[in-house]
């Protein structure tokens, strides 16, 4: 099973900053948290991951809370093309076994 | 370097036929994973290969599914006598090492 908590859906108006959360309460010391998006029909696009840091890409800002038991990921300046389904996954860095998927947040980003 | 292909993108088999799903990884990857996606469900791990290895098949039904990714040529992932229930969308995804990236999937339909 997965070890994450999200809301099911979230609706976000374009241009606007999308911030999806996540539980992670039971994480532990060496595992990171990776969030990847799956856009209707397609295969899921890793988007960032951290480990204690706030991390930022091109894509999105990641930040974890102090005590690591929750992050959120934000989109600053959310486009339609970023309706997805995203999902947060907790994992031991440098591990090379498989991803568990959750629900995932289905972001609904309207005009 | 061109992303990981899946084909074919659509197959549709009758039941009783067999299914063979194909996965080429990206230019310098020798681990494939492959997951499907059940209608409005989230992604579940089948099976972890690397060249000429099963390495976690924990996720793979135990009758009629097989996978191989064999030392020259693509991976495959066989289903023998397909059920209405192996209906799904199935993902690669292939990694250099822990970080994966995703095929387009293919779109099983068994009539």
């Known amino acids: 099973d997965a070890k994450t908590t999200q809301p099911p859906s979230m609706d976000c108006a374009e241009g606007r900053a999308a911030n999806l959360p996540c539980n992670h309460s039971?994480?532990?010391?060496?595992?990171?948290v990776y969030w990847y998006r799956q856009i209707h029909s397609q295969g899921p696009q890793y988007i960032i991951h951290g480990l204690k840091n706030n991390e930022t890409n091109e894509m999105a800002s990641l930040i974890i809370t102090e005590d690591r038991k929750s992050s959120t990921l934000i989109l600053p300046h959310a486009t339609l093309r970023d309706t997805a389904v995203y999902y947060c996954i907790v994992r031991v860095e440098g591990s090379q076994g498989n991803l568990i998927f959750g629900k995932g947040t289905k972001l609904s980003v309207k005009p | 370097n061109a992303g990981v292909m899946q084909n074919p993108r659509h197959l549709v088999r009758r039941r009783g036929q067999e299914a063979r799903l194909r996965c080429s990884p990206m230019k310098g990857h020798s681990h494939v994973y492959w997951y499907r996606q059940l209608p409005e469900e989230g992604l579940k791990f089948m099976v972890y290969l690397q060249k000429e290895n099963i390495i976690d098949e924990s996720g793979m039904p135990k009758e009629r599914f097989s996978a191989e990714f064999p030392k020259e040529g693509p991976s495959i992932l066989r289903i023998q006598q397909v059920v209405r229930g192996d209906s799904a969308a199935y993902f690669c995804?292939?990694?250099?090492?822990?970080?994966?990236?995703f095929g387009p999937g293919t779109r099983l339909t068994v009539t």
């Open positions: 995804a292939s990694s250099p090492l822990v970080e994966q990236y």
């Open positions: 039971t994480i532990s010391g060496n595992e990171y």
